[in-house]
């Protein structure tokens, strides 16, 4: 028996591999552990991200759009698939507190508007909230519970940075959140929450000052809301500014800000790209601060919590997707077909 039809047999497949893969699912964008991700779904939460895009948008922009956030929703379904099997899912009086909270600032006509904005129906922003709160749960027991700063760690990064804690002049330090009108700002906040327009922007920010006013958490709604991409992550935390710095600002804001005391949050100020609340953390005097500074120590402990919270994230996702089996319909689609669009 002669071996030759196996052997081309086999160098077809080498020589045509794209014609021997499997054709991928019938309307399937991508499938993680078994668990398809339909095109439908991923053009439901483009529409959501994206409600208001120019009508001449180039399609490659968009296609470029969908695949970030496909991948974005991968990792989404990684970590729920996980919180599932620690029994972590976020339970109905979760969801419900969260949606009265959205709710606060409107009518029930203006909340509906603004679902209707975002092509959001009720049970979708309920699936939303849900696998936030749950994803949250989970880097809550897996990563940030696991965070530990001890005093050596604050003397070692005091002593290893002294000089940078004596000040040249007097400085204040401040908080923000951030809200912006434009659309295509990049978050960088646990929620995903961005803002589409100046209604929405007016809406979001009045939304964080009744929390606040409420009781919550600066920091907390900093992380989850804010839309300033560098400190979101850090609770809002913009750290130390030179009094000098502040004569940038409008005469009117520096004063606001000098007479501010310390935790004093402001009220919703304009920016010139959006809405913010400022909080001030407090004032430090020129000269040398000391690690006996109870001051100093909380900044540090902040400063390396989160730095170390930032990168056992990064490392926990990066593990999470290399222990999962993933199939990218979507990428696949574009190498395979690079002149056309999804």
């Given at each position: 028996?002669?071996?030759?039809?196996?052997?081309?047999?086999?160098?077809?497949?080498?020589?045509?591999?794209?014609?021997?893969?499997?054709?991928?699912?019938?309307?399937?964008?991508?499938?993680?552990?078994?668990?398809?991700?339909?095109?439908?779904?991923?053009?439901?939460?483009?529409?959501?991200?994206?409600?208001?895009?120019?009508?001449?948008?180039?399609?490659?922009?968009?296609?470029?759009?969908?695949?970030?956030?496909?991948?974005?929703?991968?990792?989404?379904?990684?970590?729920?698939?996980?919180?599932?099997?620690?029994?972590?899912?976020?339970?109905?009086?979760?969801?419900?507190?969260?949606?009265?909270?959205?709710?606060?600032?409107?009518?029930?006509?203006?909340?509906?508007?603004?679902?209707?904005?975002?092509?959001?129906?009720?049970?979708?922003?309920?699936?939303?909230?849900?696998?936030?709160?749950?994803?949250?749960?989970?880097?809550?027991?897996?990563?940030?519970?696991?965070?530990?700063?001890?005093?050596?760690?604050?003397?070692?990064?005091?002593?290893?940075?002294?000089?940078?804690?004596?000040?040249?002049?007097?400085?204040?330090?401040?908080?923000?959140?951030?809200?912006?009108?434009?659309?295509?700002?990049?978050?960088?906040?646990?929620?995903?929450?961005?803002?589409?327009?100046?209604?929405?922007?007016?809406?979001?920010?009045?939304?964080?000052?009744?929390?606040?006013?409420?009781?919550?958490?600066?920091?907390?709604?900093?992380?989850?809301?804010?839309?300033?991409?560098?400190?979101?992550?850090?609770?809002?935390?913009?750290?130390?500014?030179?009094?000098?710095?502040?004569?940038?600002?409008?005469?009117?804001?520096?004063?606001?800000?000098?007479?501010?005391?310390?935790?004093?949050?402001?009220?919703?100020?304009?920016?010139?790209?959006?809405?913010?609340i400022l909080k001030l953390i407090s004032k430090e005097s020129a000269g040398q601060r000391e690690l006996n500074d109870p001051n100093v120590q909380q900044s540090i402990r902040e400063n390396l919590r989160n730095a170390k919270d930032q990168l056992l994230r990064?490392?926990?996702?990066?593990?999470?997707?290399?222990?999962?089996?993933?199939?990218?319909?979507?990428?696949?689609?574009?190498?395979?077909?690079?002149?056309?669009?999804?």
């Amino acid at each position: 028996m002669k071996p030759y039809p196996v052997l081309l047999l086999a160098a077809g497949c080498a020589l045509f591999q794209v014609a021997c893969k499997h054709a991928p699912p019938a309307n399937v964008a991508a499938v993680v552990n078994g668990h398809p991700i339909t095109y439908m779904e991923l053009e439901k939460t483009y529409q959501t991200q994206y409600p208001k895009q120019p009508e001449a948008i180039n399609r490659d922009l968009v296609l470029s759009q969908k695949l970030d956030l496909l991948t974005s929703m991968i990792t989404q379904e990684i970590l729920m698939q996980r919180a599932e099997k620690l029994g972590l899912t976020a339970v109905d009086a979760d969801v419900d507190t969260e949606i009265n909270k959205m709710k606060a600032p409107y009518t029930k006509e203006g909340f509906e508007r603004q679902l209707a904005d975002r092509h959001l129906a009720i049970a979708g922003l309920r699936a939303q909230i849900r696998q936030q709160l749950t994803i949250q749960k989970l880097v809550n027991k897996e990563i940030t519970s696991q965070v530990n700063i001890t005093d050596a760690d604050v003397a070692n990064f005091y002593n290893a940075n002294k000089a940078s804690f004596n000040l040249a002049e007097s400085q204040v330090h401040l908080a923000q959140i951030l809200v912006t009108a434009d659309p295509n700002t990049p978050v960088r906040n646990l929620r995903n929450s961005k803002a589409h327009s100046d209604a929405e922007a007016r809406a979001k920010i009045q939304n964080i000052e009744l929390q606040l006013q409420q009781g919550a958490d600066f920091s907390q709604l900093a992380q989850n809301y804010s839309e300033d991409a560098e400190s979101a992550p850090n609770g809002g935390d913009k750290g130390f500014i030179p009094e000098s710095a502040l004569s940038n600002s409008s005469p009117e804001l520096r004063k606001l800000i000098l007479s501010m005391q310390p935790n004093q949050v402001s009220p919703v100020l304009p920016s010139p790209d959006g809405y913010r609340i400022l909080k001030l953390i407090s004032k430090e005097s020129a000269g040398q601060r000391e690690l006996n500074d109870p001051n100093v120590q909380q900044s540090i402990r902040e400063n390396l919590r989160n730095a170390k919270d930032q990168l056992l994230r990064a490392a926990y996702y990066e593990v999470a997707r290399n222990s999962s089996k993933i199939e990218n319909y979507l990428a696949r689609s574009i190498i395979e077909n690079p002149g056309q669009s999804k």
